[in-house]
């Protein structure tokens, strides 16, 4: 079946510019996490969705980053007057259900902000 | 909170012999520990979880990790690795919760495996 996707794959935007990230997870999925991987770092966490409710949001770095799930499925990352330190690697994952299930990663998204 | 370290940023392995990933974590609650594989241009992959009962865990593609609680470790291994496990390993540990949801993986820096012909 279909895995994560996440749209587009490659962005590149001027500093202020305003930024929105997709993500497509996996039908049926509940819950989404978001993850920025800077270049040379593992993942870090940004924020957690249960079905459309954002449960946690404690890893987004600034007022200027913003996520939704309006409906349970789709999700969309927003980056509001985009600053170099937000070029990265934007990850989405989604699992089946809450608790420990596994985490399925989607390509990712990468923002160069120049 | 938690926190993962990766003692080896790259290690070298010719084919076909043994390798040892090194992971260590910090945490003040209980933990699930995961290892995770990205090759070049893909998304993440799960390769081995331990979250209860037998400390040595397998994974998927010939890889095994065992929990050593008293050392805080989660060391990744292959008894013979091959050209095609040339890719970034990444370890995470979640923290363990009560009363549902889900937690955010905490991360490692990663450990660039480069297999040598």
């Known amino acids: 079946g279909a895995g994560v996707s996440q749209s587009p794959r490659y962005k590149v935007a001027k500093r202020g510019q305003d930024v929105a990230l997709r993500c497509d997870p996996i039908?049926?999925?509940?819950?989404l996490f978001w993850y920025q991987q800077a270049l040379g770092q593992g993942p870090e966490f940004l924020t957690y969705?249960?079905?459309?409710?954002?449960?946690?949001k404690s890893g987004l770095p600034s007022d200027r980053f913003f996520a939704e799930r309006p409906e349970g499925s789709v999700s969309t990352l927003k980056i509001q007057r985009t600053q170099q330190e937000d070029s990265a690697v934007y990850l989405c994952?989604?699992?089946?259900?809450?608790?420990?299930?596994?985490?399925?990663f989607g390509p990712g998204t990468r923002l160069t902000v120049t | 909170a938690q926190s993962v370290t990766q003692l080896d940023s790259q290690v070298p392995v010719f084919e076909e012999a043994p390798v040892e990933l090194r992971c260590n974590y910090s945490?003040?609650?209980?933990?699930?520990l995961f290892w995770y594989v990205q090759y070049p241009n893909q998304g993440l992959q799960l390769l081995l979880k331990?979250?209860?009962?037998?400390?040595l865990v397998k994974g998927i593609n010939g890889f095994e990790a065992e929990f050593n609680k008293s050392q805080t470790s989660f060391h990744l291994r292959k008894p013979s690795v091959h050209i095609s496990d040339t890719a970034e390993y990444f370890c995470?540990?979640?923290?363990?919760?009560?009363?549902?949801?889900?937690?955010?993986?905490?991360f490692g820096k990663g450990t660039h495996l480069i297999i040598q012909p």
């Open positions: 331990y979250l209860s009962g037998s400390t």
């Open positions: 945490s003040s609650v209980s933990v699930y």
């Open positions: 994952a989604s699992s089946l259900g809450t608790g420990i299930y596994e985490q399925y």
């Open positions: 969705f249960q079905n459309e409710a954002q449960l946690d």
């Open positions: 995470a540990v979640s923290a363990t919760s009560s009363g549902g949801g889900a937690d955010g993986l905490t």
């Open positions: 039908s049926g999925h509940v819950s």
